[in-house]
């Protein structure tokens, strides 16, 4: 079975700290893909990024990077320099062969930045 | 590209009444759409998967007849919320698959929020 685990439920830090969003996966799939979705209280998911489990190279995207370990079976997402417009909850997700590639999702973290 | 939009973004609606959802997908044609429900503070709950031309394939624990699904072309498909009560009061929201990306990806629309009085 498949299963995504964001342990942290509600994270505050003030605007400028840096902040990791924790991601944790089960799978038995060995093709499978990893995706973090941003939902600001508009209610709109955005994407933020979506990595296949043949790629474990890190990513870079601004303020934004990602951290994908295959051994802790981890997909950690850290915003450098917070803003008050990182405010939002945040899903970690997983879609594989297991699960016919639906998406199955963690439980949001809120994330909250203090100006 | 890959837009998908929904109608309408917000609905009250009386206990009793029926209330439709579209989901339409923009600039790409999609095979299979999925349907989800969210309540405050939670994560997404899928509710069903239809693939364009036949029924859909519901969840555990989703009535069928409560929440008719239907994906009648490549670009539309429409959540009825039948005889809605106010434990329906949730926010909806639907994706599509394009069925020329690879990937798996699901383009999700903006969603929809429902009240019921």
């Known amino acids: 079975a498949q299963k995504v685990t964001q342990a942290q439920t509600e994270i505050s830090v003030v605007e400028k700290e840096d902040v990791t969003l924790d991601c944790v996966y089960e799978?038995?799939?060995?093709?499978?893909?990893l995706f973090w979705y941003k939902q600001p209280p508009s209610g709109e998911l955005v994407f933020l990024i979506r990595?296949?489990?043949?790629d474990e190279q890190n990513e870079i995207s601004g303020r934004y990077s990602w951290n994908f370990q295959k051994s802790t079976s981890s997909f950690n997402f850290t915003i450098t320099a917070s803003q008050v417009v990182d405010s939002a909850v945040y899903f970690c997700?997983?879609?594989?062969?297991?699960?016919?590639?639906?998406?199955?999702w963690g439980a949001g973290t809120k994330l909250i930045i203090k100006p | 590209g890959a837009v998908v939009s929904q109608h309408p973004s917000w609905v009250i609606c009386k206990s009793g009444t029926s209330v439709k959802i579209e989901c339409r997908s923009l600039?790409?044609?999609?095979?299979?759409m999925f349907w989800y429900r969210q309540f405050p503070k939670q994560s997404l709950m899928l509710m069903a998967t239809?693939?364009?031309?036949?029924?859909?394939?519901?969840e555990q624990g989703v009535e069928k007849d409560k929440f008719l699904i239907n994906h009648a072309s490549l670009t539309l498909s429409t959540l009825t919320v039948t005889s809605a009560h106010p434990e329906d009061s949730s926010f909806y929201i639907c994706?599509?698959?394009?069925?020329?990306?690879?990937?798996?990806?699901?383009?999700f629309g903006p969603g929809t929020r429902l009240t019921v009085t």
């Open positions: 994706s599509a698959r394009d069925r020329t990306k690879t990937g798996y990806e699901q383009y």
């Open positions: 600039d790409f044609q999609a095979t299979t």
């Open positions: 239809s693939n364009e031309g036949s029924k859909a394939t519901y």
């Open positions: 799978t038995r799939d060995t093709t499978y893909y």
């Open positions: 990595r296949n489990s043949f």
């Open positions: 997700a997983l879609s594989g062969m297991d699960s016919n590639y639906q998406l199955i």
